[in-house]
């Protein structure tokens, strides 16, 4: 066999030890026993404890080998690691974990209807506000998002100045906006009204025509009146999963719970007031669930505040808690009581924050992480449910989620061991997306 090589030299370099390795490209021949080694750049993030993402796995003094494509090459022991690369360098991060990119399975970039000055926000604003939106989510680890309902072609548009290098922002898949029935839940916050089998597979249409990787769809307020009926869910799910595409449903109480487990939907969103026998069928049948605990109880705890602080019969917001509170409270212990009881099934679970409250923390997947933890799921479990599961239920299980050989090297640092306390994901150390150092927390 020969290899062409007019070219000559386009790069060299020194490593470690002195050794000079060379870069051939370019026209010419040269045989296989002519041609020196080839260039493998190889980088070895070490740190104390290491979580692959596989739910079970938590690795003492360990490395992570990352080559310059970005792809994880080898997992393993630190010294184990170095003797087997003994060219390449050592990057020790001393006593941390290292860990997947976290995934954010239910975010909304381009949400400003919670904001006061809403009226500001033209097309220019709401991008500005979602590249914002973008940044944060790098800044706490998160590397990957699904976002389920953001103004027309915002996420395609966001995702592809990522691409071309403008912005950095996390791997970003996206529903276009979600779709209720007229004046159902969400009509007023951007949400497409589509009434009818025929109309909700036309928007279906020209969603996925415009670039939409995945569908959403609303069908529960805070009543027990179902939205959309059993024959236009049907045809959501039909319409979807006959192109190839998942889809995605807002549900959280009876019976619209059940309608979307029997129209088959992908994954339930919220899924708030379930049972313990839907979670079952949900098992059994392979759909997820993403139950956006901390949207809820960060909503129960201000209501809750707000109504033991006492009010003025004026106050129209702690009023408005007041009647809010008749909902939050009940969900909030539903989650408390019924989490482990659940995740216990072997359903999937996927962390997702849906946190679009003004001032509200952004994006707080570290809270989720917290709470499934308190509510008896061990740290490990719990960034199962932040990385690989997700990474699943993407279809992206062969690309990202873990840490492990031939997947994108998609890594958080954190201090401390997050094995025995969930709460160290909070010190964030740097963040790699692809390889790429992204964010990086040292110096501040």
């Known amino acids: 066999m020969k290899i062409c090589i007019e070219s000559v030299i386009v790069k060299m370099w020194t490593k470690k030890g002195g050794r000079t390795r060379y870069l051939f490209c370019g026209h010419g021949e040269m045989s296989d026993e002519e041609c020196p080694e080839r260039l493998v750049f190889l980088m070895i993030y070490c740190g104390k404890h290491l979580i692959t993402g596989d739910g079970k796995t938590h690795l003492m003094d360990a490395a992570v080998v990352i080559d310059e494509s970005g792809n994880i090459q080898d997992v393993g022991n630190r010294d184990e690691m170095a003797g087997k690369y003994p060219e390449d360098e050592v990057k020790d991060y001393g006593d941390v974990t290292l860990l997947p990119g976290l995934c954010d399975m239910h975010v909304h970039f381009g949400y400003y209807y919670s904001q006061p000055d809403q009226y500001n926000f033209d097309d220019y604003m709401i991008a500005y506000y979602a590249q914002e939106q973008a940044k944060t989510a790098l800044s706490l680890g998160i ?122 939907f992908d994954t339930i969103e919220h899924g708030t007031f379930l049972t313990y026998e839907q979670v079952k069928q949900m098992a059994e049948n392979g759909q997820a669930w993403v139950p956006t605990m901390t949207a809820y109880t960060v909503l129960y705890e201000f209501c809750k505040e707000k109504l033991e602080a006492g009010f003025d019969k004026g106050d129209r917001i702690a009023a408005k808690a ?18 482990k009881k659940f995740y216990d099934t072997g359903v999937t679970v996927c ?94």
């Open 351 to 444: 962390t997702g924050s849906d946190m679009v409250l003004y001032e509200a923390p952004p994006l707080p997947i570290n809270r989720e992480l917290e709470l499934m933890v308190e509510y008896g799921i061990t740290p490990i479990q719990a960034v199962e449910t932040a990385t690989s599961n997700p990474a699943k239920v993407l279809g992206l299980e062969n690309m990202m989620g873990q840490l492990k050989p031939g997947l994108k090297a998609d890594m958080i640092v954190v201090k401390g061991n997050v094995a025995e306390d969930i709460k160290a994901v909070n010190h964030l150390v740097d963040v790699y997306m692809s390889g790429e150092l992204v964010y990086t927390n040292q110096g501040k």
């Open 143 to 264: 590397t990957t998002v699904r976002d389920l309902s953001s103004p027309h072609n915002l996420c395609k548009q966001l995702r592809l100045a990522g691409e071309k290098g403008y912005v950095k922002v996390p791997r970003i898949i996206h529903s276009d906006a979600g779709m209720c029935m007229t004046g159902g839940h969400g009509h007023d916050d951007g949400i497409e009204e589509v009434d009818g089998e025929w109309e909700i597979r036309k928007e279906i249409r020209k969603q996925l025509r415009d670039g939409a990787d995945w569908v959403k769809i609303l069908t529960s307020g805070r009543t027990s009146t179902p939205e959309f009926t059993q024959e236009e869910l049907n045809a959501a799910v039909d319409e979807s999963h006959r192109v190839g595409v998942k889809c995605a449903v807002h549900a959280g109480l009876q019976p619209a719970l059940q309608m979307s487990i029997d129209a088959g």
């Open 322 to 339: 007041l009647k809010d509170m008749a909902f939050f409270e009940p969900a909030y212990y539903a989650y408390k009581n019924n989490f």
